[in-house]
């Protein structure tokens, strides 16, 4: 995977949770589906970040991984 492939894996998440959003009201499985997106986009943003900071440290950027959610999602800042 190069970051290419992950940036256009997060535009098309972020562009199919920008078609669900401007249809209005959702149905609960399209909440659930938004919920699960962001997730995925955590975790793809995270990949990311990681890939850049291997390649700066000289080391290999597939070398990164892609998190579980109980990783991404309790980040704390």
């Known amino acids: 995977m190069t970051d290419g492939?992950?940036?256009k894996h997060i535009e098309d998440l972020v562009a199919e949770e920008q078609r669900l959003y401007?249809?209005?009201?959702?149905?609960e499985?399209?909440?659930q589906?938004?919920?699960?997106m962001q997730v995925e986009l955590d975790q793809y943003w995270d990949l990311l970040r990681q890939r850049r900071a291997l390649r700066d440290a000289g080391q290999n950027p597939n070398d990164a991984e892609l998190r579980g959610p109980d990783?991404?999602?309790n980040y704390v800042e």
């Open 29 to 31: 499985d399209e909440k």
């Open 22 to 27: 401007s249809a209005g009201h959702l149905t």
């Open 33 to 36: 589906q938004l919920l699960q």
């Open 5 to 7: 492939n992950v940036m």
């Open 71 to 73: 990783v991404v999602e």
